[in-house]
């Protein structure tokens, strides 16, 4: 499951500025018709942006709030703050949350496993606010912290006003944003990704009726495995789903579509099925460098080897129009001369990678391998030659 999750920190980052990896123009595929007021396609495995629309128009994200929550419950149990089995109280402002609900109350005493499942399958407030209240102390506080990590994440037209996403004044995002939440919610914490995946739950002692997940592509689509839906009358009917599936020569390629906007349950799920099956037959995925294969061996100077490897802990894919993989080039730009010591895993130049001469997207690269400072004759030995140069 971490292996099916994995990506990478940069990619949620670089959704966060104006220049977001996107194909150019020209080359670009076009999307079907989507009915919703905002989308977006991500491939999470390339790292690119393969289509939106509206991606910066600020929107309610209803129950999409409930990511973040998600996120800050994860890193708490991380943090070992709270655990699984630990039992969380049901306060009356838990029990009374309009909406959707786990259908808990005052008198019990529900563990953070039960919670978590209760506010991700059945999208339940009740179990949304408890969490929330054992976490942050107060709802109040736990707001705070949501919009403290939304500014960490990179996510800069957010503004959370409650755990649970109900309708309230100034409480919005936007698709790019969840779109960084959504990628780095899946990087960060592999292990709990399980809780998406997940078609039915009910808490003991509560209606057996609101046990099913209310993502429909979880039952429409095998390699659909979260994430998470929302409806409010303001915001319409959203859902961010992903899917994996197995790619000859690339192992597997995720997806990821926030869809905003719909005009019903289904269509919500009909349009996203659209945006996901499109983007995996209108784009290739092709891997350009296996993980840990050196792109570039550079000369070093003043060290105690002569060259230095530079590649990525992971494979190097890019997504290209379908058909035209021979159109693709890649330029390694980095600092000329590189000097000792370089440390492992230390950014040591770019991979710039270009489709039919277009841009098409950059890959930090890192030193595959840590290299000293050789000694005084050495150092001095470099700097004449350096000189000479």
């Not at 491939?43 to 129950?63: F, Y």
């Not at 998406?196 to 592509?217: C, I, Q």
């Not at 792109?295 to 058909?323: F, H, S, Y």
């Amino acid at each position: 499951m971490q292996r099916l999750f994995a990506t990478f920190r940069s990619f949620a980052l670089a959704l966060g500025l104006a220049g977001a990896t996107l194909l150019a123009q020209a080359q670009t595929p076009q999307p079907p018709e989507i009915a919703a007021r905002a989308y977006l396609l991500l491939d999470v495995t390339a790292q690119q942006t393969l289509a939106g629309k509206n991606i910066d128009m600020p929107v309610e994200p209803a129950s999409l709030t409930k990511l973040m929550t998600a996120y800050l419950v994860f890193d708490a149990l991380r943090s070992k703050k709270i655990d699984l089995q630990q039992k969380l109280p049901v306060s009356e402002r838990a029990w009374k949350m309009p909406g959707s609900r786990m259908f808990i109350d005052p008198k019990m005493q529900v563990p953070v496993d039960d919670l978590l499942r209760g506010m991700i399958i059945q999208s339940g407030n009740d179990a949304t606010m408890a969490l929330a209240e054992g976490v942050g102390g107060t709802v109040e506080n736990f707001v705070r912290l949501m919009n403290e990590q939304a500014k960490a994440l990179g996510m800069k037209n957010t503004s959370y006003k409650n755990p649970e996403g109900l309708t309230e004044p100034g409480h919005t995002t936007t698709a790019r944003d969840l779109g960084i939440l959504a990628t780095r919610l899946m990087h960060d914490f592999p292990q709990y990704m399980h809780y998406y995946a997940t078609k039915h739950y009910t808490y003991p002692g509560t209606p057996a009726s609101n046990g099913n997940n209310r993502n429909l592509l979880l039952f429409r689509d095998p390699t659909v495995d979260g994430l998470k839906t929302g409806h409010t009358e303001a915001a319409g009917y959203c859902l961010v789903a992903t899917a994996h599936r197995e790619v000859p020569k690339v192992g597997q390629r995720r997806l990821l579509s926030v869809m905003l906007g719909a005009a019903s349950e289904n269509a919500r799920a009909t349009e996203s099925q659209k945006l996901l099956n499109w983007g995996y037959t209108a784009f290739d995925a092709v891997k350009l460098f296996d993980a840990g294969q050196p792109v570039a061996t550079p000369a070093i100077w003043k060290g105690q080897q002569n060259t230095i490897k530079l590649g990525r802990a992971e494979p190097i894919i890019v997504a290209v129009p379908a058909g035209s993989a021979g159109k693709l080039s890649t330029q390694v730009v980095r600092p000329d001369p590189l000097v000792a010591p370089i440390a492992k895993g230390q950014q040591v130049g770019t991979l710039k990678i270009a489709l039919d001469a277009q841009p098409l997207n950059e890959v930090p690269l890192v030193a595959l391998e840590g290299v000293e400072q050789a000694g005084f004759l050495g150092r001095a030995w470099d700097a004449l030659r350096l000189w000479i140069k």
